[in-house]
């Protein structure tokens, strides 16, 4: 410390050979299997608070219930555990309490007779078909990018399935519905992951000719338009698929392709030009069905006067009953059971269903429910951001896209934020369909985050 | 793709950004609007959610709820209903509420901030108090007196406690039951549309709510005005006042009922009822000072809440002097409305001092807490002691020799004043009795009760010159309940519970 001073040697760098082995990543199994076991403690005290609330008396079927749900999760979670091994630990868990808070909902509100039949079991069979599926898919998919290669059988099936509902009959003036035996399906649900995969397959495997090829309009790189050899196929498909939903009248869905199109052509091409375009495509097709379909006319009439029917002397609407339920819930809520979204009435339990919770839960309540959301959608963007192959990431974020766009169209509709577009509330709403659908999501990002957080193999050492 | 990717994250970000500022805007800044919205069906649904608070007259409760299973769940039932229904008023869950309903609704439906402990962290959670009780100051007794008194005629009785103000009795009659209105659906609607189109009002509360002209009664106040004015000074001198009397200006000539009016002593004009008497006083004393003493005891004052609002009882202040000669004997303009004429004889009965009435003598939370109180408050010094010594000598003549002797109570001290007004074009219309009076108990020399009353077909009181036929019995029957219950403690009653 004395004699050592300006010209002391540096610390000797400690020799490559000694850096410690990097430990082994971590795969957090215990993380998601705590979550999960926490997910559905959530859902049964839930379940329990609303027959407190409302019989005075926990449930008897809740220990059932739990049960059930459980042996659901924790299959799940092996599922997982056994193919996934270094899945986004956040996934399942927030699948499995979306999931187990959409029954406590739907079961809270089949308490009230006026909204018809109960849901609950039927939902609750649909759950378990979606978690069966989601096990099915972790189990049978070993590597996302087999996708890949079935994206043109896949598509077809999409548009087969979203063209079905046509011979069937409207149900409440929307043609999206196949009924046989007693179920009702929303094939246009399905289609979504089908189409989400086609557009992920098709872009990536174009990118490079959609990004750098073709005419420039007016001279602008950023507007340069791929040959029609290059974006034919996919404009084709996605122009057809929005057109059967418009002959469908089932508005929600094609806004939600509409999106998935523009966000997925964006990312593969990475010209915001497509970004200027679809926005001003967009908004040519709102204007243009707004004033054409009467329908849309009075949904946009609706959110600029919510109250406009209250005036008129008609009673409250069923927008001006949502942002009264949300109104009633404030800050911290009525409390599970004790509120009133009886007074919704029709499609309470499916495109409103977030009054319930906005109402008995409160502000407090919802932006958890939407911190939930965004905590799936933020895993997918950076399982996207992780991948290296092209596919999976456009999948990835297609996948994160779709929920997306569906938390924000229906929280924005029944909030009266944007006008109001019928669609489900992923894994809370009633709806067979649409919790499968969700279910086989989650699966597909428990895979591509698999992948992503797979630590690449370790290259062979050399032992003298 | 990175930056794409990594934009699009931003994207969604700024999305629900988007939706938590309006989750915000929707259910905090909006939230009272939608709240006091009454297309908003969760207020009526809250607000029937549990049992209203009870209102007691007497210690007992004359109010109850009752659970009819229906989404509004708790319709108010009422014990007595068409008795205490001036009292009451009616709580519906079709057509709001009325009198006491209407102005402790707050309390009685639990969302007066009174009820909470602590007000602040009420609001924030917004919980519901349990409701509170009201408590009136109506003696049972007396009340029922009243309205077995009017017996389905056409009339009201108020009585108050002089002392305090304390309203003992307020009946209207013919009467309804509130009950009747108390749920929702086509029943209530009915009732309602058959109440309203009833003509003889049984929803009108004729005690607080109706104006009458007081006829002769009113020459207690035109009595007070000459001698606090110094008009007169000697009860017993002989006025200057002819018979017929003509109004001065006029070619109309007033005539008298009875006998033996001209030049009168004030004292024989009051115990007989005089008509020209006391019109030459009122116009010898001048519209001012008439005003001013009218004034005095009440009239002209429309802010008065006991706490549901009391209609103005009239006396002009811009009249001809033959215009004040007839408003003086309680005709042309002048009106009143059966509590301000108890008012009246209350304030002659107490010395001279007014106090102002009140209906609800406290009200606890639901754990029987007095929450808040009202107590005697002084009104006015409506005459002095010595004007209010001579009033009583007047009226308490009227009923041991005069046109009151029916109020005679044996043992007690009773003075009063009859009163036959006409009323309609030509007084075709059958007249309105009139009865007021204090009494006071044995050896007490301030009263211990004051009641009006006002029965509107009288049949016989054309024929009669007085309401000393069909209304004094009804007000000796409400002072008699009165004093034979033990008399009220002013300070509180029966302690916190």
Known sequence: MSATSADAPPPPAPPAAARPAAPPRSRRRGVELSLTVAAVLVSVYGYAEVGLATRGA???????YGAGLALLAVLAHLAVRARAPYADPLLLPIAVLLNGFGLVLIYRLDLEPSLGPRAAPTQLVWSTLGITLFVL????????RVLARYSYVGVTAA??????????PAVNGAKIWIRFAGFSIQPGEFAKVLLAVFFAAYLSANRAALAYTGRQVFGLRRLQLPTGRVLGPVLAIWLLSVGLLVLERDLGTSLLFFGLFVVLLYVATGRTGWVAVGLLLSAAGAVAVSSLEPHVHSRVEDWLHPFASIDAGLGPGQLAQSLFAFGNGAVLGTGLGQGHPELIGFATKSDFILATPGEELGLAGLCALLALYALLVARGMQAGLALRDPFGRLLAVGLATILALQVFVITGGVTDLIPLTGMAMPFLAQGGSSVVTNWIIVALLIRVSDSARRPPPEPPEDTP | MIRCIRRCAVLGLVLLLALAVNAVRVMVVDAGKSAHDPANRRIAIARYQHPRGGILAGGRTVTGSQDTGSQLAYARTYRDGPLYAPVTGFASQTYGTSLLEG?????????SSRLASVPLWNEITRNRQRPGDVHTTIDPAAQKAAYEGLAGRRGAVAALDPATGRILALVSSPSYDPGLLSGTGPAVTAQWQRLNDDPAQPMLDRAIRQTYPPGSAFKVVTAAAALESGAVTDLLAPTDSPDPYRLPGTTWSLTNEGRGCADASVYDAFRVSCNTVFAKLGADVGQSAMARQAEAFGFNDTRLRIPPGVAKSNFDTAMSPDQVALSSIGQFDTTATPLQMAMVAAAVGNGGELMTPYLVDRVTNHGGAVVA????????????EDTAEQLQQLMEAVVSDGTGTNA???GAVVGGKTGTAQHGVGNKGTPYAWFISYAKPPGASRAAVAVAVVVEDAEAARADISGGGSAAPIARDVMRSVLAAPPHPYGPRGGAG
């Open chain 2, 373 to 384: 109180r009202t107590g005697p408050v002084r009104m006015h010094r409506a005459v002095s």
């Open chain 2, 103 to 111: 102005t402790e609704d707050g309390l009685l439906s639990g969302t």
């Open chain 2, 408 to 410: 005679a109570i044996p």
């Open chain 1, 137 to 144: 898919v972790v189990l049978a998919l070993d590597d996302h």
């Open chain 1, 58 to 64: 926990v449930p008897g079927d809740a220990a059932g």
């Open chain 1, 159 to 168: 548009l087969a399935l979203m063209a079905a509902p046509i011979f069937f």
